[in-house]
Nanobody, 128 residues
Framework: VQLQASGGGLVQPGGSLRLSCATS????????IGWFRQAPGKEREGVSC????????YYADSVKGRFTISKDNNKNTAYLQMNSLKPEDTAVYYC??????????????????????WGKGTLVTVSS
């Protein structure tokens, strides 16, 4: 299983970006997705997740109302639409996947321990 995050870049405060997470190495299997970010000098934190069956999502309070997670199971691709970006959103963003039906259930902060497969990150810089 491989994941590749893309779509990062430099954007001004208030701007938007859409991150993509392309997965490969499996097909015909539903998958959960977690988006995490790590700012310089900080620990990796869970930003958003979507469950395997798409029925459950989670957003960190810091991004709620601004970010939207989605996935296209046919394309094995997930997305993170980020609007109204703030300088504090600056970080390397990582996507991760897992096939467990228990992942991303309830209003629980995603944990790195819940995800077995990780991609390389994509850098998002919000600055004027």
């Amino acid at each position: 299983v491989q994941l590749q995050a893309s779509g990062g870049g430099l954007v001004q405060p208030g701007g938007s970006l859409r991150l993509s997470c392309a997965t490969s190495g499996f097909s015909g299997v539903d998958f959960a997705i977690g988006w995490f970010r790590q700012a310089p000098g900080k620990e990796r934190e869970g930003v958003s997740c979507i469950s395997r069956d798409d029925k459950s999502t989670y957003y960190a309070d810091s991004v709620k109302g601004r970010f939207t997670i989605s996935k296209d199971n046919n394309k094995n691709t997930a997305y993170l639409q980020m609007n109204s970006l703030k300088p504090e959103d600056t970080a390397v963003y990582y996507c991760a996947t897992d096939f467990s039906s228990l992942v991303c259930r309830g209003n629980i902060v995603p944990s790195t321990r819940d995800y077995d497969y990780w991609g390389k990150g994509t850098l998002v810089t919000v600055s004027s």
